[in-house]
């Protein structure tokens, strides 16, 4: 089955260290998004792609970077971790060919910074 | 900014009874979605809403998109412990609605439904 996937799933990390959170998908979807899940506050877009050569940020991107090293493929690092970004982290993906496009989501990787 | 505002933030109810969640948005919106995300899950859609004033019907789930087309509602009726989780509403971010297939997503209303 077309999925999405996200690896790892859970992740215990201390503060300053550098993480990687990787998101693959078997749906041939251009369009990819890296959310964060807070408690109370929904989903948050922290960064979003169209295509290989198109990287955006989104509402909360301070302390984060991405990269789409290929269509299926995209990856968000922190490169300091800090307690606060201790939450749940989604990729999701959707099609371009659609013209109101629903977002499929992966497992998700509840990460906790230390 | 766009808000997308979602009410209650938590609802409680006894199974068989109705719950309900409503969605408001600072702007007009050309559609929105609806999302269900069970406990330790992740969100999976449930529909969208195109046109002003829609209904839409999944068994016992009412979907409504205002005639202004600035909010939307989810109603259950005679709720069953398979329905418990979060309900995300969520609206198109980008200026004209369907160009980045961006969204921005409701607090979400977390239902629990006491056996």
């Known amino acids: 089955d077309a999925d999405v996937t996200q690896t790892p799933r859970n992740r215990i990390t201390k503060t300053g260290k550098r993480i990687m959170l990787e998101c693959s998908q078997t749906?041939?979807?251009?369009?990819m998004y890296w959310y964060r899940q807070d408690p109370g506050l929904g989903l948050q877009l922290i960064y979003y792609s169209f295509d290989v050569k198109d990287i955006n940020k989104g509402e909360i991107s301070d302390g984060y970077s991405v990269s789409r090293q290929a269509q299926a493929k995209f990856s968000l690092s922190l490169e300091s971790a800090i307690p606060n970004q201790t939450a749940l982290y989604f990729c999701?993906?959707?099609?371009?060919?659609?013209?109101?496009?629903?977002?499929?989501f992966g497992p998700g990787t509840r990460l906790t910074v230390l | 900014g766009q808000q997308v505002m979602q009410i209650p933030q938590y609802q409680h109810v006894q199974e068989g009874e109705d719950f309900t969640t409503y969605c408001n948005s600072s702007?007009?919106?050309?559609?929105i979605q609806w999302y269900k995300q069970r406990p330790g899950g992740h969100p999976v859609f449930l529909i969208q809403l195109v046109k002003s004033g829609e209904v839409k019907k999944q068994k016992r789930l009412t979907f409504q998109f205002g005639e202004a087309k600035k909010n939307s509602s989810l109603h259950i009726t005679a709720t069953q412990t398979t329905d418990v989780g979060t309900y995300f509403c969520?609206?198109?971010?980008?200026?004209?609605?369907?160009?980045?297939?961006?969204?921005?997503f409701g607090q979400g209303t977390i239902l629990t439904v006491h056996p």
């Open positions: 702007t007009t919106l050309s559609n």
């Open positions: 999701a993906t959707s099609d371009a060919g659609r013209p109101y496009n629903e977002q499929f």
């Open positions: 969520a609206g198109p971010s980008d200026a004209g609605g369907t160009s980045y297939g961006k969204l921005t």
């Open positions: 749906k041939g979807h251009d369009r």
